[in-house]
């Protein structure tokens, strides 16, 4: 069992940063082209890196010995915003955009959702919480397995998957003919309820929400599960797995896209003035103390 303790450790502020107002939308750092640079830049080394090592390990036995260790939600007990400002203690080694704790980030996607949709208060939660599976990695889960782009497993590795050509070569499930084939261990149109996608972040706090019988509605829960599925998302691969309810689904995951991808910004938001609004939406959505 994971202590609680070493997740509220979270509460304090990482140290080199102080709060400053968060900028509207159309105030950005850079153009919307700059974002998901994977070809240069200052962490373009840690990025790779990264990928490098989640593309060799992230195999079909892989993910489903993670289900086994994670599924059951028996690590620890804490209330949502705990989890959220956990994340001070957190950058993620896989984003090529932002170099400051994701705990800020939480806040920016939220703020930038409750100001394009101020009277859907489900979907403004969702971006606090979206990445707060993070939590994995201070449990001393490699980041690999935690953060950055997924994508499914059991069948081929698709060219729409950053660093696909390079990153693959020692990744046993590539060779395999059982899994290298367009659907592998699937049927067209299973639906993705039914692909095991690459453990991470985003497959956890999915997990979390349903065990603990959170009342965010199904397409809050989509783009949590599938927020990181860049490959289907915004390439449009994997289409061939995909069922109706995908399909109807996905507008919802690419509406969440622009507000996860386009508020990273260096101008950072004021946690404590927003956190009594956002802990009422976690009191209304995921009261309480939830086992994680």
Sequence with gaps: MVKDSLFSRGKQTHPSLAYRPILDLEQKDKDKTEYRNFESGSLIDRVYNT???????????????????????????????????????????????????????????????????????????????HDIGKIMALSGEPQWAVVGDTFPVGCRFENGIVFRDSTFVDNPDDKNPAYNSECGIYKPNCGLDNVLMSWGHDEYLYRVMKFNKCTIPEEGLYMIRFHSFYPWHSHGDYMHLCDDKDMSMIPWVREFNKFDLYTKTTELPDIKKLKPYYQSLIDKYCPGVLKW
């Design 51 to 129: 990928y490098k090592l989640m593309h060799t390990n992230q195999t079909l036995d892989f993910v489903k010995q993670k289900h086994s260790e994670w599924s059951g939600c028996g690590h620890a007990q804490m209330e949502v915003m705990e989890a959220v400002i956990s994340l001070d203690q957190l950058v993620d080694e896989s984003d090529p955009d932002v170099d400051f704790p994701n705990s800020y980030h939480a806040f920016q996607t939220a703020e930038g959702i409750r100001r394009e949709h101020p009277h859907k208060d489900w979907f403004q939660l969702v971006g606090l919480i």
